[in-house]
């Protein structure tokens, strides 16, 4: 079964805490997206597998460690993932970015697939799908499947708010998919939002509402 990976870290509380609160603005939530993504990112590289490589210091030769994957693909779910891809790049600049277009039809909540588009023998790659929000679930478990349809194998999901729904739907279906998220919260309403959650993650990035 794939871990669920729950952050416990004051500085990304709080900017949760901010981006949950109704009266902050687009500027200011896509900010704090961006900033909360990267904080997370650096947990979730934490197991990426190292080698060690010899290099010249000014003072002597030594052995030292390197990331010994080079080939690493950001997948955002569109339109929400977008906010949390900046971050992630700011800490793997040389990461490759694929997207998944996908959104909920709003009578029967099913994530309808509009758009796919990846790297270049990108199956091999270590993935990080991200998306703010994991609410049925329903959103991730169809990317993940399509990219597994596609031969990838190593994919982790990053997720700032997550419902218990959502977290089990991913684990029923992807039980190898570990699940890295900055809150686990109460419940899904009638509409399948979080509850307490931020809203429309996309609305609220995009000031599209
Ligand atoms: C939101 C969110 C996820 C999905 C989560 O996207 O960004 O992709 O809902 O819901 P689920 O877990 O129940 O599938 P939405 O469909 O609103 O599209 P958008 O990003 O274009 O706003
Ligand atoms: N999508 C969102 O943007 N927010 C939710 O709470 C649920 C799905």
Request: hydrophobic share 40%; proline share 5%.
């Amino acid at each position: 079964m794939g871990k669920v990976h729950v952050f416990d870290h004051p500085l990304i509380s709080e900017k949760l805490t901010l981006m949950r609160n109704a009266d902050t603005s687009s500027q200011n939530f896509r900010h704090l997206l961006k900033e909360v993504s990267m904080l997370m990112g650096y947990e979730v590289t934490r197991n990426f597998e190292t080698k060690l490589v010899t290099v010249q210091t000014p003072i002597c030769k030594g052995s030292f460690t390197i990331l010994k994957e080079d080939f690493f693909t950001i997948v955002p779910i569109l339109r929400a993932g977008l906010g949390m891809v900046d971050g992630l790049l700011e800490l793997m600049p040389f990461a490759h970015v694929g997207h998944i277009g996908l959104y909920r039809d709003e009578n029967t909540r099913q994530p309808i697939e509009y758009y796919y588009k990846m790297p270049e023998d990108f199956e091999s790659s270590v993935i990080i799908v991200v998306d703010p929000m994991l609410a049925t679930g329903g959103s991730a478990v169809d990317a993940i499947s399509s990219l597994k349809s596609r031969g990838c194998k190593n994919i982790r999901l990053m997720n700032l708010i997550a419902a218990p729904e959502g977290v089990q739907f991913v684990q029923d279906h992807h039980p190898d998919v570990d699940i890295y998220v900055a809150a686990v919260d109460e419940k899904l309403n009638e509409n399948a939002y979080i509850v307490p959650g931020l809203g429309d993650a996309g609305d609220r990035i995009f000031g599209t509402k």
